[in-house]
């Protein structure tokens, strides 16, 4: 027993003390768990949490993001007002920036870097330039707005408003709000096909998962899960984009659909319900944050198991992992 | 009578750029509140009102809400009434505009709902809901000065607590279950409206009957009961803060929103 302590002990210091280079991506996953105000960060390789990152610099860490050279990790911290930037290399709080009014969700332009965030408490999309450490200003958008996404191209960034149920879509760099496409009640997350012509949009409180055209700017496919405790929430495409994974919240599954047709394939038991997904970079394994069992599961997407469930911290909302850059012409994971 | 507008200077601006024809926005949508100005029924429906003209505005709509103090002076152009009164007045106003979508947000009255009229919708909960809900969490712990509420200003799950925030910020006051009733019928009013695309009452009565997943921040897709009556998950309150939810799990299928309250008609 001591001995496997002391192993397991060195492995650690090891695992810690072994130098990555600053241009390299550690292939870490990171865990934001939104009520102990902590990040957690896992080992690829042994999935091991090697360290719990307990100084964010603010409250309720949720969505998470990498700067486009993949060297900040950036953590919006709603009840804070605040975005955190933190090293993904030492694991450590370089600084915190303004994130508007209850930043939520937020994805980085491709183009700019810019975070573009929803602000829920002010109905905000509100755009921050990480370097700089400011507001740039905001776009008025339906009343609680979520997910947020932008087209590989950076031309159009879409976002969801949970509370006014509609598909928002802003062209870039005017930033004018084009369309307004009311989807099923309570939107939360969104995704884009790697040629930035669909959305792929969860509706929780629907339970329903659409499929919008952005030019025509109209819902082109509509899913209704089946189970009834089903409350879609995030949703990724896997590599060659012929499957769409969805988390199901309170159904505590991930649903496997036909990207195309969006019937179900499978159906994929996880922990208690499962909120945000990651792809790592080759999308051949999809992490889940499960909110009420305070786990994060690892699912294999070519058989569909999962491989491996690691406990984290209280109430993991998000998760990502630290192995890509964000480049032109590159769909989400 | 006192019309509140909102959406007006953003109308304006959508009108300016094209994006809106005068035509259509020209329409206001009027929805009538009998019950006290200022009270908290009347600021859940001003709050409900805001969000309504906020979302209607990318849509094109706008509407109004307009305090009379009786249904002898609901405007002709009005195609919803909310009634906040804890008495009988809803089914009166149901049974005097037949044509109209009338919401009650202040009676609790059973018999209200075993009626069964057309067109009258119950937000605030039956007497029977709050009766069945507190027999199911008896049979769970101590009970002492508890009760069962539709909504409660410290409740922050299923984006309750963003609700609750926004009406502490607009107010200053917790949003009480009387505000989050006559909020919801407006809210109501103008999803209707706007995913119908119709300002016409018939269309709105139509719809609110084949609801199947109005989002109300309690975490379930919610509808109505051919009683009319709002089928809704109950929060269990002890000592102000929220102990439980109803359908008590463990008890009751804790998704079949039918364990609470009578749910048919009067024969």
């Given amino acids: ?333 | 009578m006192n019309r509140t507008r909102y959406a007006a200077p953003l109308l304006a601006g959508l009108i300016g750029m094209g994006l809106v024809s005068a035509s259509v926005a020209d329409e206001i949508v009027s929805i009538a509140f009998i019950g006290e100005d200022g009270s908290d029924a009347y600021k859940g429906a001003e709050m409900g009102l805001e969000e309504i003209n906020r979302a209607g505005g990318f849509l094109g709509y706008e509407f109004s809400l307009d305090v009379v103090a009786s249904h002898d002076d609901i405007a002709d152009d009005a195609i919803a009434v909310v009634v906040t009164s804890d008495g009988d007045d809803a089914g009166s106003v149901a049974d005097g505009f037949p044509a109209l979508a009338v919401f009650n947000t202040g009676s609790d009255d059973d018999a209200l709902r075993e009626a069964c009229r057309d067109n009258l919708f119950s937000i605030m909960p039956s007497a029977s809901m709050r009766q069945d809900a507190l027999e199911q969490w008896h049979q769970q712990a101590d009970d002492h000065d508890i009760a069962a509420v539709a909504h409660h200003h410290a409740f922050r799950r299923y984006s309750s607590g963003d609700l609750n925030g926004r009406f502490v910020e607009a107010y200053d006051e917790p949003m009480t279950e009387r505000a989050w009733t006559a909020f919801v019928a407006l809210r109501m009013v103008g999803d209707g409206v706007t995913r119908t695309a119709s300002r016409e009452a018939d269309t709105l009565i139509q719809h609110l009957k084949d609801l199947e997943s109005f989002d109300a921040s309690k975490g379930q897709p919610l509808s109505f009961r051919e009683n009319g009556q709002l089928r809704q998950p109950l929060w269990i309150v002890q000592d102000d803060s929220v102990i439980g939810e109803a359908p008590v799990d463990g008890v009751v299928d804790p998704d079949d929103l039918d364990t609470l309250g009578n749910i048919s008609c009067a024969d």
Wanted: hydrophobic share 40%; charged share 25%; glycine share 8%.
């Fill in chain 1, 1 to 333: 027993m001591r001995i496997k302590h002391w192993c397991l002990a060195l492995g650690l210091y090891l695992g810690a003390m072994v130098p990555v280079a600053a241009d390299e991506l550690t292939g870490r996953l990171f865990v934001s768990n939104e009520w102990d105000h902590t990040v957690s960060v896992i080992d690829p390789e042994t999935w091991e949490v090697i360290k719990v990152i307990d100084e964010i610099g603010g409250e309720r860490p949720r969505d998470m993001g990498f700067s486009r050279d993949g060297t900040k990790l950036y953590v919006a911290l709603g009840i804070s007002d605040l975005i955190a930037i933190i090293d993904p290399y030492e694991m450590e709080l370089i600084e915190t920036i303004p994130g508007g009014d209850d930043p939520e969700a937020f994805t980085v332009h491709p183009e700019t870097g810019h975070i573009y965030v929803s602000n829920e408490a002010t109905a905000q999309l509100m755009q921050v330039d990480p370097e700089a450490g400011e507001l740039k200003g905001g776009i008025d958008v339906g009343l609680e707005p979520e997910g947020v996404v932008s087209t590989p191209d950076g031309s159009i960034i879409a976002v969801v408003s949970e509370s006014s149920h509609m598909v928002h879509l802003i062209t870039w760099p005017d930033h004018d709000v084009v369309a307004n496409i009311l989807v099923g009640t309570r939107p939360r997350e969104l995704t884009v096909t790697a040629d930035g012509k669909y959305l792929y949009v969860t509706s929780e409180v629907a339970g329903e998962i659409n499929i919008i055209d952005i030019e025509a700017r109209d819902i082109v496919k509509n899913h209704r899960f089946s189970q009834r405790r089903a409350r879609p929430k995030d949703v990724r495409l896997n590599a060659d984009e012929s499957l769409v994974f969805v988390s199901l919240g309170r159904d505590n599954t991930v649903a496997v659909l036909d990207a195309e047709t969006l019937e179900e394939v499978d159906l994929i038991d996880v922990g208690d319900r499962p909120w945000g997904l990651a792809m790592n970079r080759d999308r051949s394994l999809l992490a889940v944050a499960n909110g009420e069992s305070d786990d994060v599961s690892i699912i294999d997407t070519e058989t569909l198991e999962v491989i491996k469930d690691i406990p984290v911290g209280d109430s993991p909302w998000g998760v990502i992992f630290h192995d890509y850059k964000i480049e032109k012409e590159m769909a989400p994971r």
